[in-house]
């Protein structure tokens, strides 16, 4: 069974990764009030209650509160996609995917994962590969869904390795084989990319 955990590939992040995730979130505070974050950051760093309930703060934090009022920074995340963040091209995907402030649509989230995933964000190669795995805004392509599983599985992105050796089993050599060509393409296509940006 493919498996596909929250926007960022897992629920078990750090604290210091889910405070990165923050930002990404809601980049502009305009929605969540600088003192709420500031109030959960402090609960999560005081809390003495164990790993258990720092999860729980971080979850609001990093997965619930920013979409509490995910339609009022729409607008915010829509500009810094277009202008080709890929931290917020996969955050609009993921809001289209699941209708959150956008009405739900698969095309359109096929669309701003691959924009994320071209650019080299593993977790939006890892929505892409989902998509194509389950026909979501895509025709069904287990081959496509291995060729992004496997760039994202690169990064060392858990939930990429479980479904691309998911996927590998539904695939003959031969589009095995082809697929792997095309990952290892693309791979360089995106490293090259890169480059030329640094």
């Given at each position: 069974m493919i498996s596909k955990r929250a926007i960022d590939g897992g629920f078990y992040l750090s604290k210091e990764k889910g405070l990165q995730r923050l930002t990404a979130f809601a980049p502009n505070h305009a929605s969540h009030p600088p003192l709420v974050y500031n109030e959960l950051k402090h609960r999560i760093n005081a809390t003495r209650q164990g790993t258990a309930m720092k999860r729980i703060l971080l979850l609001y934090l990093v997965f619930l509160a920013p979409f509490v009022s995910a339609a009022q920074d729409i607008d915010e995340t829509i500009r810094?996609?277009?202008?080709?963040?890929?931290?917020?091209?996969?955050?609009?995907?993921?809001r289209y995917d699941n209708g959150l402030g956008v009405p739900q649509d698969y095309t359109e989230a096929v669309k701003w994962y691959r924009k994320a995933a071209e650019q080299g964000h593993a977790s939006a190669q890892f929505n892409l590969g989902f998509m194509y795995a389950n026909g979501q805004g895509v025709p069904q392509n287990y081959s496509d869904a291995y060729v992004w599983f496997s760039l994202a599985a690169a990064t060392g992105h858990e939930d990429a390795i479980y479904n691309r050796d998911v996927v590998v089993k539904k695939l003959?050599?031969?589009?095995?084989?082809?697929?792997?060509?095309?990952?290892?393409?693309?791979?360089?296509?995106?490293?090259?990319?890169?480059?030329?940006?640094e």
């Open positions: 810094a996609a277009e202008s080709g963040d890929p931290i917020a091209q996969n955050i609009l995907g993921n003959s050599p031969q589009d095995l084989s082809a697929a792997q060509q095309r990952a290892a393409k693309l791979f360089e296509e995106i490293e090259a990319r890169k480059a030329a940006q």
